[in-house]
């Protein structure tokens, strides 16, 4: 059996246990969807309300509710949303592409401007570049993401005028081919790095000490005294093995950065999973809810697999074991 199959039948029960316990999480928060939607009708009978608890299934047990729920998870079927009365698949399908575009944007920035700003405050160690970067790294670090989105939007798209202040795209534009691309890179752009900033500020500190770290082993002094030059020690021997210990935190950080996603789709007006989930629990619809966080840990998950495999590209020990 390959590692990657391994790990992902070690990963079930880890799903298992995450569901059954959102599951159980969310039955003991007061109210469900049948009372906002009755709160906004206004006129809403008992009779009324009870009728609505057993149409969606919410007047039996927890027990059995939570078997239901197990034996339509097994067949792929997250239920229906009371609120939206479509299949919470639908809902969740509909915005997903949006959540991991802006993910993956936000990703890719944070580790290529973390790992370059980490790599040359490394070669520039004790130094003045050193130590600006290190302060703006601590900064960044300790500004919170919605405050760095709403000062983007004042500076950028308010007084600036150069990228839009949110959405996903231009609407009634009514955009095709690269024209359409070109408008949604221009409204990724500030929610992509206002979601990044914390992450570069990580990786950035992580891959300096890395670097330090690694350049103080006995094979770089080898490569160095065998006459190599100062770039290929720095990008074949020191930084190839100082991002082992980045990527492995970039993993882990994957569920951070999807937490923090409902704080950005909600500033940009980004229709992603991250406002759906807002949504979803203002109006108590907890099929939707529990779709998106059991999607969220498979893509935990799946990444983390992904971070082991590039271990192994990075380091042929790992590969061995």
Do not use: C
């Amino acid at each position: 059996m390959t590692a990657w199959r391994r790990k992902l039948l070690q990963a079930v029960p880890t799903v298992l246990g995450v569901v059954v316990l959102n599951f159980l999480l969310l039955q003991w928060v007061p109210g469900d969807a049948v009372d906002v939607l009755a709160a906004e009708a206004g006129s809403a009978t008992e009779e009324t309300m009870a009728q609505m608890r057993r149409h969606f299934g919410l007047d039996i047990p927890v027990l059995e509710r939570l078997l239901a729920y197990l034996g339509h998870l097994a067949q792929l079927d997250l239920g229906v949303s009371p609120r939206h009365n479509q299949p919470v698949l639908q809902l969740i399908g509909a915005r997903m592409g949006n959540t991991l575009l802006l993910m993956l944007t936000a990703l890719g920035l944070a580790l290529a401007l973390g790992v370059a700003a980490g790599a040359f405050m490394a070669s520039r160690v004790g130094r003045w570049p050193d130590r600006v970067l290190s302060i703006l790294s601590l900064v960044l670090y300790s500004t919170p993401s919605f405050w760095l989105g709403l000062m983007a939007i004042v500076l950028f798209a308010v007084r600036l005028g150069w990228l839009p202040p949110g959405g996903h795209e231009t609407i009634g534009a009514g955009l095709t081919g690269w024209a359409h691309v070109t408008d949604v890179a221009r409204h990724l752009v500030l929610p992509a790095l206002a979601l990044a900033g914390f992450f570069v500020a990580l990786f950035g500190r992580m891959t300096r000490a890395a670097m330090l770290e690694v350049s103080q082993l006995d094979y770089v002094r080898t490569a160095v005294a065998k006459g190599l030059s100062p770039w290929r020690v720095s990008t074949r021997h020191v930084l190839r093995n100082a991002l082992i210990p980045v990527t492995t935190v970039a993993g882990f950080q994957l569920g951070t950065l999807l937490g923090g996603s409902v704080v950005i789709e909600s500033v940009f007006s980004w229709p992603g999973l991250g406002r759906l989930a807002l949504e979803s629990v203002q109006s108590r619809d907890y099929n939707v809810l529990l779709g998106i966080l059991f999607l969220s840990s498979l893509l935990v998950i799946v990444a983390n697999v992904l971070v082991d495999l590039l271990h192994a590209r990075l380091d042929p020990r790992i590969r061995a074991r």
